[in-house]
């Protein structure tokens, strides 16, 4: 169904207005001036960018890559390496100037320095200005044609407490040096005043998150007192100086927390009576109408107006795909016409209410700029409460237009150097080349009255698009931007608080059964905490559920595999009833912070799920019929399953090995680490719940060396599911060879052993995105991953300055207890496990230099993240697996090396690579050994389904956890073939 926007009583005026503003915009340039921009090659990249999509992707690609660049021949390289490929349509131009043979001949140093210079004059087209001196010359520029700045600050993300800082103080030195400029400015009248008010001439916008380098709305109230500490100080100096500052709005997952933090700010008494302030809302996000009123509200008691800068919104396709990727509802409309739509409502809403809030209405479209005029002309709105804003290099002559209708106009303008401006160049070129852009059919001459028509929108549902080229549907995981989320985490570990303590026996053929010795579970964070006391399986108990198991083997495999697999979908439904409840338990027991917890509980509802689906796929098995005969091959379950689980993933990776097995038919035995047993007692009480029989499946804690090893030699033990150390896997092993008497079979040993794993940061790498890729995936739980990672091999051009951000980015991490939800850094899990890391690092002092260590808690298992520099490849820190906090960075001198490095182990589990280089990406997906390969992002959390997980060489032995390979080993393959013959007589199909 259409429905298109009501015309209201300002639609008459909207559109009169339109139609002169689209003449003005549209008046025709001299037969030099088109000449002239027919010869630029900047204006050429940017037509064939418009014209040809492949094009465009891996234009903007290597665009991106650009400024990491360090030589012609390296620009070269990369010319060929996007836009060589075969599936990319060349124009006549580009195909002749990339035709050379060699990046280092002339003819490549010519390309490179043609591309590279056009470049560079696109980004000086939506750029201010590298210097405070350029910056100050555009500016002097604006205010000649009569228009108002506000400038914005770009720089690489802020990822470390040294860049927030240093964001404050530029800041504050640029409005010192334009405040003081501005003195030597003469009064412009149409923007420096209005109704007999002087109104500041210098303005900046500012980014709330650049503030604090840790800000995240999972930890409100830390995030919040840092970045208002920063923020108070930039106010008062702005206020001593008369500039104004505007709050800029980024990513919908800061929204929330971004105009919490300014409404409580904005009415301290300091900053109450301040009417030089601004905030920014994204008209493309669904909930922005709402966040409008609500802002009305606050504004009303406020008792003085603020501006509210309404823009469409920036990040699109970021958005989109994160939301696809998490499986979240998507906060942004997928249509242009519903945005546009969203925002004239906004504008209306927001000029009708122009005693309480001032407007700056930014946007090129001059449809929406139509219609803010006509409401503000008909409301007889006062200048000071109105104005119009355009981005720099973007709608030239649209505001030179406004200007001419004698409306205040301020061009936000960025400024700074090229490199950290890249992204906000892409999302520039984006946005001026995409088919929905006002721009684009502006310049493609599209008819007057499709150009300013009201929008049309198709009706569209909350959420429209959806990962459709994956089958399998993850279980998201919690978004703790949402208030009433981070609310019932909090009072779920209120709520288990509550339980601690209490005994958990095994759970033998349908019965908890009282054990002779019991071990107590603590939290890592306070070992004083006893989180449960768990009852340690004996040898003849361990006997006795042996017994059960092969008992009730028989009925289990004749079970329906349909009957199973929905024991596992409700298993699953009951762990997300209880997801803050499970999320809470594992971050008591086993120090895991709660962000990381969650994403624990979805993956073990993701196994369940998964394999249930896999179990009914296979069950048919295979027809390989012919004439005269069936085929048949069939899967069987293979008889008794011992699940030995981890601490470090206690619900997930139990889940996913103890559900394979029993959907399979397998009787199945799980023995949980000491550490997490209580957590495994909890998936012990949901599998009971959701209908698994008695004597199917079994809870059976206890010691390893002693129980553990008796049920792997067991003669009527069949197969042995692992995840743990590679010395108790290979003794697993080896003990599971051993034929015992009485054993008709060979035992089946699926391990998972560990990783000393490996990042290559390449020359051509996003620091930003690398040096926070490689933070959270060494740090994240402490290290504590098998796919962590804990090895960093960075190529000589850029390792001084990777190091030196990777240092200030680990120092910048809060340390302490998992529950607090400001710590990104627990503990660990025992006392054994930190006394043997220490050992480590002291080991290393004597190898290699250390370059951090930070302070710890005195109370719990904490261990300091440590990174060590200058490490040999053969060094022990860069070759056992540590499984803690520690890092060793190794200096490489190329990619060649970088891969022999990353290999020179004895494990292949994970990897990964930070590259924008195209050949180094091709070559590390064949050469790099690992299991799982990670390009531009963490090597951590993989995926069921997304991202099957396993390794290969001494990092285990089996197929991948969470892939369609995994069930097959828990299952017996059989043929079964018929001579369907009677008499020399057969139906053959298709013949009558």
Not at 15 to 22: P, S
Not at 79 to 102: H, T
Not at 233 to 242: D, F, K, S, V
Not at 798 to 826: C, D, H, K, M
Request: charged share 25%; aromatic share 8%.
């Amino acid at each position: 169904m259409v429905v298109q926007v009501a015309n209201s009583i300002y639609e008459t005026q909207t559109t009169e207005i339109a139609k002169q503003l689209l003449d003005a915009t549209r008046q025709k340039r001299s037969f030099f001036a088109q000449m002239r921009d027919q010869m630029r090659w900047d204006d050429k990249l940017l037509a064939w960018a418009m014209s040809n999509p492949g094009l465009r992707v891996q234009l903007f690609r290597f665009i991106d890559a650009l400024p990491a660049l360090q030589s012609k021949t390296e620009i070269a390289r990369h010319l060929q390496d996007y836009l060589g490929d075969e599936s990319v349509e060349l124009p006549a131009a580009l195909k002749n100037l990339l035709n050379f043979a060699n990046p280092d001949s002339m003819p490549g140093q010519l390309a490179a320095s043609t591309v590279s210079t056009a470049v560079e004059t696109l980004a000086n087209k939506y750029i201010a200005g590298a210097t405070i001196k350029q910056v100050i010359k555009t500016i002097e520029r604006l205010r000649k044609d009569k228009m108002a700045f506000t400038l914005d600050l770009l720089g690489e993300a802020v990822i470390t407490e040294t860049e927030a800082q240093s964001y404050l103080e530029r800041y504050l030195d640029l409005m010192e040096q334009l405040t003081q400029e501005a003195k030597q400015w003469s009064t412009i009248p149409s923007i420096d005043q209005a109704d007999g008010e002087e109104l500041p001439q210098v303005q900046v916008s500012v980014k709330l998150t650049a503030f604090y380098s840790q800000f995240d709305p999972l930890d409100p109230e830390v995030s919040k007192k840092r970045v208002c500490d920063r923020i108070r100080i930039l106010l008062r100096r702005a206020q001593e100086l008369g500039a104004a500052v505007h709050f800029d709005m980024e990513q919908y997952v800061y929204k929330d927390m971004t105009l919490g933090i300014l409404k409580d700010l904005l009415m301290e008494d300091e900053f109450r009576d301040r009417t030089d302030l601004g905030i920014t809302l994204q008209a493309y996000l669904r909930d922005s109408k709402g966040d409008l009123k609500d802002i009305i509200t606050w504004a009303k008691e406020r008792g003085n107006p603020l501006t509210v800068r309404l823009v469409k919104g920036a990040y699109w396709d970021q958005e989109t795909i994160k939301s696809l990727q998490n499986h979240w509802q998507q906060p942004v409309y997928n249509q242009k016409s519903a945005t546009d739509a969203n925002f004239e409502e906004m504008t209306q809403l927001l000029l009708e209410n122009h005693q309480y809030l001032y407007a700056a209405i930014g946007s090129h479209n001059v449809r929406s700029q139509a219609k803010a005029i006509a409401i503000a002309e008909q409301l007889n709105i006062p200048r000071r409460h109105f104005e119009m804003q355009v981005l720099y290099g973007m709608g030239d002559q649209l505001a030179k237009a406004l200007v001419q209708r004698g409306h205040r106009v301020r061009v936000y303008a960025p400024y700074g150097e090229l490199l950290p401006g890249m992204a906000y160049l892409i999302r520039r070129l984006l946005e001026n080349t995409a088919n929905s852009s006002f721009l684009r059919q502006s310049l493609e001459e599209r008819p007057v009255e499709e150009l300013i028509a009201p929008p049309v929108v198709d009706e569209e549902p909350v959420e429209t698009l959806h990962a459709t080229s994956l089958q399998f549907a993850n279980a998201p995981d919690t978004d703790y931007a949402q208030t009433d989320a981070r609310e019932k985490a909090q009072t779920a570990l209120e709520t288990v608080r509550q339980q601690l303590g209490k005994t958990y026996y095994p759970l033998i053929n349908g019965d908890y059964q009282p054990t002779p010795e019991t071990v107590d579970s603590v939290n890592p964070s306070n070992p004083s905490e006893i989180i449960g006391k768990v009852g340690l399986l004996s040898i003849d108990q361990a006997e006795t559920a042996l017994n059960a198991a092969k008992s009730a083997f028989p009925g289990w495999r004749r079970t329906p595999v349909k009957q199973r697999a929905d024991i596992l979908r409700q298993a699953a439904e009951l762990m997300e009833g209880r997801r803050e409840e499970l999320s809470a338990w594992i971050c008591l027991e086993v120090g895991k912070a709660l962000r990381e917890a969650d994403a624990e509980v979805s993956e073990a509802i993701d196994f369940c799920r998964y394999y249930a689906s896999e179990m009914e796929r296979l069950e048919g098995g295979y027809i390989y019929d012919v004439a005269g005969e069936t085929n048949r091959y069939v899967y069987q379950p293979r008889g008794i399953a011992v699940v030995i689980s981890p601490w470090n993933f206690p619900l997930a990776i139990a889940t996913g090995m103890t559900v394979a097995a029993l959907v399979a038919g397998n009787c199945t035995l799980l023995k949980p680490a000491e550490a997490s047993s209580v957590i495994a007692a909890k998936l012990a009480e949901i599998l009971v719940e959701a209908g698994i029989p008695q004597g199917v499946f079994q809870y059976v804690p206890g010691k390893g060396s002693q129980v553990g090893a008796y049920m792997v030699k067991h003669p009527d033990t069949h197969l042995i599911a692992f995840t743990g150390s590679q010395e108790v896997g290979c003794r697993i092993y080896a003990d599971a060879a051993m034929v015992q008497p009485g054993q008709t079979h060979l035992k089946r040993v699926i391990a998972e052993m560990g990783g000393k794993n490996g990042i290559i940061v390449d020359e051509s790498a996003d620091l930003d995105q690398a040096v926070a890729g490689v933070v959270q995936s060494a740090f994240g739980y402490s290290g504590q991953k098998c796919s962590a990672c804990s090895r960093v091999i960075v190529l000589d051009p850029i390792y001084n300055t990777f190091i030196e951000r990777l240092i200030e980015a680990t120092r910048s991490l809060n340390i302490g207890a998992a529950e607090l939800p400001s710590t990104q850094v627990g503990p660990v899990i025992d006392a054994t496990a930190r006394n043997r890391i220490q050992d480590y690092i002291e080991k290393g002092r004597q190898e290699a230099e250390i370059a951090v260590e930070c302070q710890v808690p005195e109370t719990g298992y904490f261990v300091s993240p440590t990174i060590f520099t200058n490490v040999s490849p053969d060094a022990k820190i860069a070759q056992a697996e540590i499984f803690g906090p520690v890092v060793a960075v190794i200096r490489v001198k190329d990619f060649p090396d970088a891969l022999t490095v990353a290999n020179g182990t004895n494990y292949a589990l994970t990897g990964g690579l930070y590259s924008r280089t195209p050949s180094h990406i091709d070559q590390a997906s064949t050469e790099f050994e690992v299991g799982n390969l990670y390009i531009n992002r963490t090597i951590t959390g993989a995926i069921v389904s997304r991202q099957p997980f396993g390794g290969f060489k001494l990092s285990g032995v089996g197929s991948k956890a969470g892939g369609p390979d995994y069930l097959l080993q828990f299952l017996e393959p059989r043929t079964i073939t018929e001579n369907i013959q009677r008499q020399g007589f057969a139906p053959i199909e298709g013949v009558d």
